[in-house]
Nanobody, 127 residues
Framework: QVQPVESGGGLVQAGGSLRLSCSAS????????MGWFRQAPGKEREYVAV????????FYRQSVKGRFTISRNNFANTVDLQMDSLKTEDSGVYYC????????????????????WGQGTQVTVAS
């Protein structure tokens, strides 16, 4: 079981950068796909970036490709999301999530395949 805890959100001007960090307690982190998801008011939660257990398979949402970078450190039990060239439409609550230590090569994209969620961190991009 993994318990993610996010940090690093805040208010930034459009075009700026933020780095989100997720620290995950629990012994199964290194076997888990990890993902960053976001939810804007009135909208469904959506995936932003996901990474498999070994870090060699990554998917990005089309709208963030080339601007966001996900990375993980299995020794430190952390997964980070570097967000550059931020846009107002990137605003929302960002969540870190872990699947059930599936050891899948291809990390899942859907919310329902992630069992463990952090409390979320607010990202607000001002115009």
């Amino acid at each position: 079981q993994v318990q993610p805890v996010e940090s690093g959100g805040g208010l930034v001007q459009a075009g700026g950068s933020l780095r989100l960090s997720c620290s995950a307690s629990g012994g199964t982190f290194s076997r888990s796909s990890m993902g960053w998801f976001r939810q804007a008011p009135g909208k469904e939660r959506e995936y932003v970036a996901v990474i498999n257990w070994s870090g060699d398979k990554i998917f990005y949402r089309q709208s963030v490709k080339g601007r966001f970078t996900i990375s993980r450190n299995n020794f430190a039990n952390t997964v980070d999301l570097q967000m550059d060239s931020l846009k107002t439409e990137d605003s929302g609550v960002y969540y870190c999530a872990a699947d059930r230590a599936s050891l899948k090569y291809s990390p899942p994209l859907s919310v329902g395949e992630y069992a463990y969620w952090g409390q979320g961190t607010q990202v607000t991009v001002a115009s």
